[in-house]
Antibody
Framework: EVQLVESGGGLVQPGRSLRLSCAAS????????MHWVRQAPGKGLEWVSG????????GYADSVKGRFTISRDNAKNSLYLQMNSLRAEDTALYYC??????????????WGQGTLVTVSS | EIVLTQSPGTLSLSPGERATLSCRAS???????LAWYQQKPGQAPRLLIY???SRATGIPDRFSGSGSGTDFTLTISRLEPEDFAVYYC??????????FGGGTKVEIK
């Protein structure tokens, strides 16, 4: 059974940093691209970033480019999102999502339950 | 960046009725790289349709997707009580920028 478990969310002040993690199990992690998708309270879904199976292809939404860094450790079956210079508008539930392909583009066939990031002073 | 516009924003229907949800793209979505998701309150989204018309594993055949180019449709042939939720479309033809539509809420009339 595919499982994606996010962690690392919490309350953080504007301008500070936070690192999210996603622990994957139930599939061969290094065969697939992975993504982060977020959802602000009461709002729709927003793709944040994606990374190919070997980290060779990476993409970011314009809203986070230059502030967020996605990475993965295939030996640990883990996906990460380093978030710097956080803003109030980054407040959201952050989902880890699996891609059905190895490339960095695609759709999302499995999702975690999300970790909540709140940016507030 | 491809912008996806979903309509209507809210659809009020009764169980047993047919639901037709629209997703329009600001430019052509290559190779019909469009997916649909269902999201219920407090839950993560669930993949329903990919490639515009292919049902994901375990999705009932009352859900169907169609369309190409800039116009796509999700149809639920007969609404079951568990189908009342928010539905999102997503394009993945514009690599590496992926985008979602704003969502359509299907509510009980």
């Amino acid at each position: 059974e595919v499982q994606l478990v996010e962690s690392g969310g919490g309350l953080v002040q504007p301008g500070r940093s936070l690192r999210l993690s996603c622990a994957a199990s139930g599939f061969t992690f290094d065969d697939y691209a992975m993504h982060w998708v977020r959802q602000a309270p009461g709002k729709g879904l927003e793709w944040v970033s994606g990374i190919s199976w070997n980290s060779g292809s990476i993409g970011y939404a314009d809203s986070v480019k230059g502030r967020f860094t996605i990475s993965r450790d295939n030996a640990k079956n883990s996906l990460y999102l380093q978030m710097n210079s956080l803003r109030a508008e980054d407040t959201a539930l952050y989902y880890c999502a699996k891609n059905p392909y190895y490339g960095a583009t695609g759709y999302f066939d499995y999702w975690g339950q999300g970790t909540l990031v709140t940016v507030s002073s | 960046e491809i912008v996806l516009t979903q309509s209507p924003g809210t659809l009020s229907l009764s169980p047993g009725e047919r639901a037709t949800l629209s997703c329009r793209a600001s430019q052509s979505v290559s190779s019909s790289y469009l997916a649909w998701y269902q999201q219920k309150p407090g839950q993560a989204p669930r993949l329903l349709i990919y490639g515009a018309s292919s049902r994901a594993t375990g999705i009932p055949d009352r859900f169907s997707g169609s369309g190409s180019g800039t116009d796509f449709t999700l149809t639920i042939s007969r609404l079951e009580p568990e189908d009342f939720a928010v539905y999102y479309c997503q394009q993945y033809g514009s690599s590496p920028k992926l985008t979602f539509g704003g969502g359509t809420k299907v509510e009980i009339k």
